[in-house]
């Protein structure tokens, strides 16, 4: 499902004008290094798992929900990476206007779960593993960006001085 239901329902209240939603955004890896990314739709462009936060949903809850949603892949979210603003205003093709405060998870396959990618509905037209040094194009600016928040999270875990990064004045930081 493109747009939530709920969102469609504010829609009808307010328009286009500009909504602040809550969004998640999966960094789901294999043991094997290997990331998984979905090509949009919509632009083409390949990501992470993404989606939008629904009333009452926890954030790790929605991300694990969208991973099997789009790509029929089980996951566990083990660690918080980052939650950041995106100061962008996004205005969609039908003129909707929207900004976002995303969270980053890292994610596994959850055990005994489904690891074999399919595409699960409309958003993407492809689905697969990725290594880091071979990843699709176009990627989205935004997936290149996470995916080095999720690489210095990853340094300062293996380090044992892992924390989530927030972003002060749009600088991320590693508290």
Not at 34 to 50: A, F, I, M, P, S
Not at 155 to 168: D, K, L, N, P, Y
Request: hydrophobic content about 35%.
């Amino acid at each position: 499902m493109p747009t939530p239901d709920f969102i469609l329902e504010l829609r009808e209240r307010i328009g286009h004008m500009p909504l602040w939603l809550i969004g998640v955004t999966g960094y789901v890896r294999r043991d094997d290094g290997l990331v998984l990314l979905e090509q949009r739709t919509d632009n083409g462009k390949w990501t992470l798992v993404t989606g939008i936060n629904e009333p009452g949903e926890e954030p790790a809850d929605t991300v694990a929900r969208e991973a099997k949603e789009e790509t029929g892949v089980d996951v566990i979210v083990t660690d918080l990476v980052s939650v950041k603003s995106d100061r962008r205003m996004i205005t969609y093709a039908n003129g909707d206007q929207a900004q976002y405060m995303d969270h980053l998870f890292l994610c596994e396959v959850a055990p005994g779960g489904n690891g074999e990618p399919v595409v699960g509905d409309d958003e993407s037209m492809r689905v697969g593993w990725f290594a880091l040094d071979d990843l699709p194009e176009p990627l989205s600016d935004s997936t290149r960006e996470r995916i080095a928040y999720v690489q210095r999270y990853l340094r300062h875990r293996a380090e044992g001085s892992a924390r989530a990064q927030f972003a002060f004045d749009g600088v991320i930081e590693h508290l």
